[in-house]
């Protein structure tokens, strides 16, 4: 059954950092991972691929958005630095499994596995513990 093998990407509040606009526009990475699962359950090549690209802009106008916010935090410019390129490997990661799937038939199940386990995993580890420290200089992650 397809849709055991590409499991909806569900929001829960566990993900979210405490910084309003940076977890709605992590929600909305979220609903934008869904549209493209929903388009290769369909089989819909076209609108694979323009979720793909939408994910893509919206992902570059967020990491553009958070580093700001974190820029205009105090973060430590080797911190963000290496933030930048975490998300600057996510989006070079996400062109080159784009490529690769229009090339290749059943791509698209390996790249929304991807986007959904490396957007939760840089939401709940690096973002969430970023917001922290900002937040909270000096003070102990809960």
């Known amino acids: 059954m397809p849709t055991l093998e590409l499991p909806e990407f569900e929001w829960s509040e566990a993900f979210a950092c ?5 977890d709605r526009q992590h929600r909305n990475l979220v609903d934008l991972i869904n549209l493209l699962r929903s388009a290769i359950l369909r089989g819909d090549t076209v ?3 323009n979720s793909v690209e939408s994910l893509q802009a919206y992902a570059r106008y967020h990491f553009a958005y958070e580093e700001s916010w974190a820029r205009d935090r105090g973060m430590p ?3 963000l630095d290496q ?6 490997a996510f989006a ?3 062109q080159a499994m784009a490529e690769q799937d229009s090339r290749e ?11 959904a386990n490396w957007l939760l ?9 970023m917001v922290h420290r900002l937040l909270n200089p000096g003070g102990a992650k809960a």
């Open 77 to 79: 410019q080797a911190a």
């Open 18 to 22: 405490g910084v309003d606009l940076i």
């Open 105 to 115: 038939e059943g791509q698209g199940h390996a790249l929304h596995r991807f986007l």
């Open 92 to 94: 070079d990661r996400i």
């Open 83 to 88: 933030h930048a390129r975490r998300h600057q």
């Open 47 to 49: 609108g694979s691929a």
């Open 121 to 129: 995993e840089h939401i709940v580890k690096d973002d969430q513990e």
